[in-house]
């Protein structure tokens, strides 16, 4: 399909244009003077959305407003239904992200359970987004926060004992003693071989009920299965079974019980006004709150019938597990909501149904759902006015010319000169952003902080002007871990490469305390300001655990290959081949020579000196 040129269309002509629209599903398009797509929508007829914006100009709420006083072009999309303008209309907007279109944020806040269906023994993973390139593996979620998914995790492997250990089966079954967790009682010991796979499809099959909250339907299974272990005398697997229907019945009681066991929604709440808002999603499974869920949006987006309609979409078209239902609030219903139970329903699956509940418990949790929407935003908008003006006190004690909304710091961590790495962490608007963190290895004789810094940021720096979009934007403010020569080697990489960001070190005291921040001649207290001492502690802190964590994997990294590499005919390459297909050194030790010389870039006599290493080294051991 040809790409649409827009123009800059004056009000008449845009009008006419509006006017000549069809009467039919599809999908509308709003162009900015200079190109940019403004907002994407939806409609069952074309015609008469689009032009009830430029009719009712005056008549609507201030963002709208605004939207419609910038609109310089507009372009449609007609399709076959409204099913499909629905889908057309959520991939628009995760393609464009228009300004006044709600914008989900980054998956990567709203991580998901992934459940390997794809491995012969699956085992559950924390996974940042789902892969659409594997249909076969299993996800739950999403979660609302990345803690939320490590204990539903380590809850399941608890009380369905699968392994978290690194062994691939059903190649290591037999192969070693097993470990610490199985002879605790804690993992069901597949490396032993004591379980079958039909046991343990069995034990996935109870994984899959437990994360749809189906506690009721497990714990009949678990009681049918003890009932038969008691009658056959095996009285300790009828013990196990007996705590973990004990265990089910306690998480269950522990959550907050709102209606019948039956009762399995999404309810939806929403707060907006001129500043921005928030839409709250309650998840009630088994007549139980299990997860509360916050989605911000800022002082341009819109909040209508129609984009909450799109963020539907975002969050559950193809989600693995289903609520039965969703409960939302009046105003944030409209035609746009009926074609939604069609393009959610899963195939084979019940159709999801939405309602508007008037009365009762569902009022009662439509309620809740937005007082935690508006408790949300408030407390968000508190936090973000703390934050500025902590950049305020900043910026007027460093006499910066901007407020520094980016800033990012600089450290330097080593063991010896082996392992040395530049962490550089980022921080916008007071908080950290993690996803633009990075990391630079670096190699030299001896340990220098000077002259590593000057090396890591003149590479930052490069690849910023060579236009990598990782890179940029430049900071407002360097923050350097450190004192007036760490200074002076940043501020020498940014005259190399003819740049001016200002730039500061964070001095410690004796008591490994920020005490002031220097700019190489004159030294800054920050000891008369708590928020900002705090502020700068912070990054100090947070630069130093990022700069410690990046060189640990480094030196742990060269310490596996130094011990492949003492083998004949292994080098370094070789070293992190084998570390890369096998995991860990003790997976190559176990390893038997045709499963080595299988290996990418392993030759068959690599594959001999590899094993008559390690089992030359133990028939020694046993000869000693």
Same mark, same amino acid.
């Given at each position: 399909?040809?790409?649409?040129?827009?123009?800059?269309?004056?009000?008449?002509?845009?009008?006419?244009?509006?006017?000549?629209?069809?009467?039919?599903? =599809?999908?509308?398009?709003?162009?900015?003077?200079?190109?940019?797509?403004?907002?994407?929508?939806?409609?069952?007829?074309?015609?008469?959305?689009?032009? &009830?914006?430029?009719?009712?100009?005056?008549?609507?709420?201030?963002?709208?407003?605004?939207?419609?006083?910038?609109? /310089?072009?507009?372009?449609?999309?007609?399709?076959?239904?409204?099913?499909?303008?629905?889908?057309?209309?959520?991939?628009?907007?995760?393609?464009?992200?228009?300004?006044?279109?709600?914008?989900?944020?980054?998956?990567?806040?709203?991580?998901?359970?992934?459940?390997?269906?794809?491995?012969?023994?699956?085992?559950?993973?924390?996974?940042?987004?789902?892969?659409?390139?594997?249909?076969?593996?299993?996800?739950?979620?999403?979660?609302?926060?990345?803690?939320?998914?490590?204990?539903?995790?380590?809850?399941?492997?608890?009380?369905?004992?699968?392994?978290?250990?690194?062994?691939?089966?059903?190649?290591?079954?037999?192969?070693?003693?097993? /470990?610490?967790?199985?002879?605790? =009682?804690?993992?069901? +010991?597949?490396?032993?071989?004591?379980?079958?796979?039909?046991?343990?499809? *069995?034990?996935?099959?109870?994984?899959?009920?437990?994360?749809?909250?189906?506690?009721?339907?497990?714990?009949?299974?678990?009681?049918?299965?003890?009932?038969?272990?008691?009658?056959?005398?095996?009285?300790?697997?009828?013990?196990?079974?007996?705590?973990?229907?004990?265990?089910?019945?306690?998480?269950?009681?522990?959550?907050?019980?709102?209606?019948?066991?039956?009762?399995?929604?999404?309810?939806? +709440?929403?707060?907006?006004?001129?500043?921005?808002? /928030?839409?709250?999603?309650?998840?009630?499974? *088994?007549?139980?709150?299990?997860?509360?869920?916050?989605?911000?949006?800022?002082?341009?987006?819109?909040?209508?019938?129609?984009?909450?309609?799109?963020?539907?979409?975002?969050?559950?078209?193809?989600?693995?597990?289903?609520?039965?239902?969703?409960?939302?609030?009046?105003?944030?219903?409209?035609?746009?909501?009926?074609?939604?139970?069609?393009?959610?329903?899963?195939?084979?699956?019940?159709?999801?149904?939405?309602?508007?509940?008037?009365?009762?418990?569902?009022?009662?949790?439509?309620?809740?759902?937005?007082?935690?929407?508006?408790?949300?935003?408030?407390?968000?908008?508190?936090?973000?006015?703390?934050?500025?003006?902590?950049?305020? &006190?900043?910026?007027?004690?460093?006499?910066?010319?901007?407020?520094?909304?980016?800033?990012?710091?600089?450290?330097?961590?080593?063991?010896?000169?082996?392992?040395?790495?530049?962490?550089?962490?980022?921080?916008?608007?007071?908080?950290?952003?993690?996803?633009?963190?990075?990391?630079?290895?670096?190699?030299?004789?001896?340990?220098?902080?000077?002259?590593?810094?000057?090396?890591?940021?003149?590479?930052?720096?490069?690849?910023?002007?060579?236009?990598?979009?990782?890179?940029?934007?430049?900071?407002?403010?360097?923050?350097?871990? +450190?004192?007036?020569?760490?200074?002076?080697?940043?501020?020498?990489?940014?005259?190399?490469? $003819?740049?001016?960001?200002?730039?500061?070190?964070?001095?410690?005291?004796?008591?490994? @305390?920020?005490?002031?921040?220097?700019?190489?001649?004159?030294?800054?207290?920050?000891?008369?300001?708590? $928020?900002?001492?705090?502020?700068?502690?912070?990054?100090?802190?947070?630069?130093?655990?990022?700069?410690?964590?990046?060189?640990?994997?480094?030196?742990?990294?060269?310490?596996?290959?130094?011990?492949?590499?003492?083998?004949?005919?292994?080098?370094? @390459? @070789?070293?992190?081949?084998?570390?890369?297909?096998?995991?860990?050194?003790? $997976?190559?030790?176990?390893?038997?020579?045709?499963?080595?010389?299988?290996?990418?870039?392993?030759?068959?006599?690599?594959?001999? /000196?590899?094993?008559?290493?390690?089992?030359?080294?133990?028939?020694?051991?046993?000869?000693?």
């Amino acid at each position: 399909m040809k790409e649409y040129v827009p123009q800059i269309l004056k009000y008449e002509d845009l009008l006419e244009k509006v006017k000549s629209l069809p009467a039919l599903p =599809g999908v509308y398009l709003y162009y900015g003077e200079k190109g940019n797509i403004l907002y994407v929508g939806k409609s069952r007829n074309l015609k008469n959305r689009v032009l &009830s914006y430029f009719q009712n100009r005056g008549k609507h709420n201030a963002k709208t407003e605004r939207l419609v006083r910038s609109i /310089c072009d507009l372009q449609t999309i007609v399709t076959s239904s409204e099913a499909e303008a629905l889908i057309l209309e959520n991939e628009k907007i995760k393609l464009h992200q228009p300004k006044y279109n709600i914008r989900l944020k980054d998956d990567k806040d709203y991580p998901y359970i992934r459940l390997s269906l794809s491995e012969a023994y699956p085992r559950l993973s924390f996974a940042r987004r789902r892969d659409p390139r594997n249909t076969k593996d299993r996800y739950f979620g999403p979660f609302s926060s990345s803690g939320a998914v490590r204990s539903a995790i380590d809850t399941a492997n608890k009380l369905f004992l699968l392994p978290t250990c690194k062994k691939q089966f059903p190649r290591d079954i037999g192969k070693g003693r097993p /470990c610490l967790y199985h002879y605790l =009682g804690k993992c069901v +010991g597949v490396c032993t071989g004591s379980i079958t796979p039909e046991e343990y499809e *069995e034990r996935i099959r109870q994984v899959i009920l437990f994360f749809r909250h189906d506690h009721k339907k497990i714990v009949s299974l678990l009681t049918e299965e003890m009932e038969k272990a008691a009658e056959n005398m095996e009285f300790e697997r009828a013990g196990e079974l007996r705590d973990k229907i004990r265990a089910l019945q306690a998480l269950s009681g522990n959550r907050q019980v709102v209606r019948d066991l039956h009762f399995d929604a999404d309810v939806f +709440g929403a707060f907006a006004d001129e500043l921005g808002g /928030c839409i709250n999603v309650l998840s009630v499974r *088994e007549g139980s709150v299990v997860d509360s869920t916050n989605f911000h949006f800022g002082a341009d987006e819109i909040i209508s019938p129609e984009s909450f309609a799109a963020l539907l979409v975002s969050l559950y078209r193809g989600r693995e597990m289903m609520p039965r239902e969703f409960l939302i609030p009046k105003e944030l219903w409209g035609e746009e909501t009926d074609v939604l139970s069609q393009v959610l329903t899963r195939p084979g699956e019940a159709k999801l149904r939405l309602r508007i509940p008037e009365r009762g418990e569902g009022r009662g949790l439509l309620q809740m759902a937005e007082d935690n929407a508006k408790a949300a935003a408030l407390h968000r908008r508190a936090q973000f006015e703390k934050d500025e003006k902590v950049l305020v &006190s900043l910026a007027t004690l460093l006499s910066l010319e901007v407020l520094p909304e980016r800033i990012e710091s600089i450290d330097i961590s080593n063991s010896g000169a082996s392992a040395i790495s530049a962490g550089i962490i980022a921080i916008e608007k007071g908080r950290f952003l993690k996803k633009a963190y990075k990391s630079f290895s670096i190699e030299r004789e001896a340990p220098d902080d000077p002259a590593c810094m000057y090396e890591a940021i003149s590479r930052r720096l490069r690849r910023y002007l060579d236009g990598d979009a990782s890179f940029s934007p430049l900071p407002d403010l360097f923050l350097v871990d +450190g004192a007036a020569a760490q200074v002076a080697a940043v501020k020498r990489a940014l005259s190399d490469a $003819a740049l001016s960001v200002p730039v500061f070190g964070m001095v410690k005291d004796a008591f490994h @305390k920020t005490r002031c921040l220097t700019d190489g001649e004159h030294d800054i207290s920050i000891a008369h300001d708590a $928020a900002l001492f705090q502020f700068i502690y912070g990054i100090q802190e947070e630069v130093h655990r990022f700069s410690l964590s990046r060189m640990d994997v480094r030196r742990r990294k060269s310490v596996k290959t130094s011990s492949l590499t003492a083998i004949a005919g292994i080098g370094e @390459k @070789k070293a992190s081949l084998l570390l890369k297909q096998l995991g860990s050194v003790k $997976a190559v030790r176990g390893a038997t020579r045709e499963e080595l010389a299988a290996l990418k870039g392993i030759s068959e006599r690599d594959a001999a /000196c590899i094993y008559d290493y390690y089992h030359k080294k133990e028939n020694e051991d046993e000869a000693i």
